[in-house]
């Protein structure tokens, strides 16, 4: 056992050895084959090491082709320097550009930006890259060319002034091309994922449209040495299958313009894409139920005055229902310091609420204060009138039949008591019979003081002055924002 232990692990460790040992092996010649004039990176060494092996084996059709290529590619690559831009001295180098959107997402009012996936085709000439054509057949030849041979030749380096991030993809190798006819044309094409600034006013938002810029530019090359032109009239195509959830795309348009910077003027490509912001989804989410509350809190006018509990809990349901409404609708936007569209509805809509909370208590509390003051107050007319009420029945006919008689009597019978003094000291059955018959309607003269508007009342307007109020707000507000 002693012994079987050790060279079974001699015997791994010996395995171990052999493999880093051929490893290392395989990474001297990588390294060998690295130094090439290509100057290749390690993903392209996997590509191009089965085309030496084909090149060697003279088996296949196109052979003799595929050195020619082979041989006018070198021969491009050897006397070109990618340090200098084509037409060096000269006139600045034209690069056309063109843009097809695959997908747009993201279009997001927090970060203010937007998320485009495009293809970014340039298009230039580069008199270097003149070769005679081998094909014997066709004027034209135009060779299609992987991603190496782009490390190879000039290229704009064009970027995104108003980009926050963007990368190419890799799936499942580079996605772009490189594509040179023997006139010297280059077209070289990326797909590339863009987040774009895009500075968005909010104040008509949910019914707004946004519109955000693309904007494409030469990092170091001033106008001197390039030029950026849109391709052609419809440089900027969008796929037809592009949706946003929330956005209708709208129009797009491009310009071309200089800009000036401190290190010089650059030329400079915008287009704009158009975002109509769907109403939708703020509609079912928002309008509707805030204005489902708002109706809601008009039930109480319609309920009976003594449903204190059921009249304030609706109330400050209510309320509350409409703070929380608020709360969350404006979690999910940016923090802007101005009032937007959806603010001035749900604002209208919880003043409303709290106004229609505030009615109650003004209705409780009137109706409580004509409750109690005839009550506190004995000694006015109100409380004899109410005292007597059983002398002053007797006296009804006679009262009745008296009516002109005392009407004309009145003014001697009130002096008489004004000149007595205080009003406790007159007996209450030769006041009253008196009283009533002087003037049946001040009683409810003075209780008209006491009480400025009925309770019953404020209720009976608010039921018509709410509803009314709330359909000419919308009516309204939705004229104006349409339109804006
Ligand atoms: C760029 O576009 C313009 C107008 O569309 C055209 O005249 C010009 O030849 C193009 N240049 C290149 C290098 O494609």
Redesign the pocket.
Known sequence: MEIVLPTALTRHVFFVILIIHLSSLFGVINCQTDMDVFAKSDKEIEYNTPEVTDSVSPTSYDTKLELNVSRILDALIASHDRRIRPNYGGPPT?V?VTAHVITISAVSEVSMDYTVDLYLRQ???DTRLIFDTFDKHSESTSLTIGIDMVKSIWTPDTFFPNEKKSFFHEATSHNSFLRIDNQG?VVRSIRLTVIANCPMNLHTFPLDVQVCALEIESYGYSTADIIY?W??ANAVTIDENVHLAHFTIGDHYHIERTISLSTGNYSRLTTYFTFKRNIGFYLIQIYFPASLIVVISFVSFWLDRGAIQARVGLGVTTVLTMTTLMTSTNASLPKVSYVKGLDVFLGICFFIVFASLIEYATVGYISKRSRCSPVGKPTTAISYYELDDAASSVRVDSIKNNNRRSVRRVPMANSDIQTNGTEQSIPLLNLTPNHLSVNPAEPFAVRHRTRIVRPSKIDLYSRFIFPIFFLFFNVVYWSVYLNA
């Open positions: 034209e056309n298009f230039w000439r044309n032109h391709h052609q």
